[in-house]
């Protein structure tokens, strides 16, 4: 049977050491490269030709997410194995949405970052239990408040809207939710029609009335 094959991607030589060590452990994987940061992985990734890619979100050169995008576009057949200090939904989504197929904090053990390199290598979608009790709980909030004030928006156009509440710009959405800044002018304008708004600062009152963005609603 044919070994999957892994590319790292990390800017800390000690954590790359660390992975390195771990992956000699098992006879079901070939490392076959390191990058050191968002762009050298880009490149590496495409000359490889990798099964999985291991893949931290905080590097130079561009970082982890355009990383992702740019793999999963060229090469939609590698896999990638988020593997990272960050647990905040933000992480956890936009990580998700750019295509990643796993995420796993570095402070798991071993055992279950094995798991989830041969998981993810054989196809499946995994997440370290920190993980997946955020997303239950971020999928149980949202169920029980704004899916329910607004039913005729989509999640993605949920997702727009509690952070316009916030007052952000188009282009902190874009950052935050990792989507292009076009995307969430459409995005908008469909808020604007569904919520039958004329502007911004009418979406955003009535978002904060039904409780989004922290403005709380009119009580009574």
């Known amino acids: 049977m044919d070994r999957l094959t892994v590319l790292i991607a990390d800017d800390h030589p000690l954590f790359r050491t660390g992975l390195r060590a771990l992956l000699a452990t098992m006879p079901e994987v070939a490392l076959v490269g390191e990058a050191a940061d968002g762009a050298q992985v880009e490149r590496l990734a495409e000359q490889l030709q990798p ?9 130079p050169q561009g970082g982890g997410l355009p990383a ?19 647990q905040d939904d933000d992480s956890v989504f ?3 949405r750019a295509g990643a197929r796993g995420y796993v904090l570095k402070d798991a ?30 999928f149980s909030v949202r169920t029980a408040a704004a899916d329910d004030v607004f039913p005729e928006l989509t999640e993605s156009e949920h997702a727009v809207l509690r952070l316009l509440a916030t007052g952000a710009n188009n282009d902190a959405i874009a950052a935050r939710l ?3 800044p076009k995307t969430v002018r459409n995005y908008t304008s469909n ?10 600062a009418q979406a955003i ?15 009574g």
């Open 51 to 59: 099964d999985v890619v291991l893949l931290d979100l905080q590097m």
């Open 109 to 138: 053990g071993d055992d279950d970052i094995r798991r989830a390199i041969l998981a993810v290598g054989n196809g499946e979608a995994i997440f370290s239990p920190a993980i997946a009790t955020r997303m239950m709980r971020f």
């Open 68 to 86: 992702i995008r740019a793999i999963v576009r060229t090469s939609p057949h590698i896999r990638i194995l988020v593997v990272t200090m960050f």
């Open 94 to 96: 936009a990580a998700m």
């Open 205 to 219: 009152i009535k978002a904060r009335e039904a409780g989004l963005g922290g403005g709380g609603g009119r009580g």
């Open 191 to 200: 808020i604007f029609g569904k919520l039958q708004v004329a502007d911004r």
């Open 178 to 180: 990792g989507y292009s």
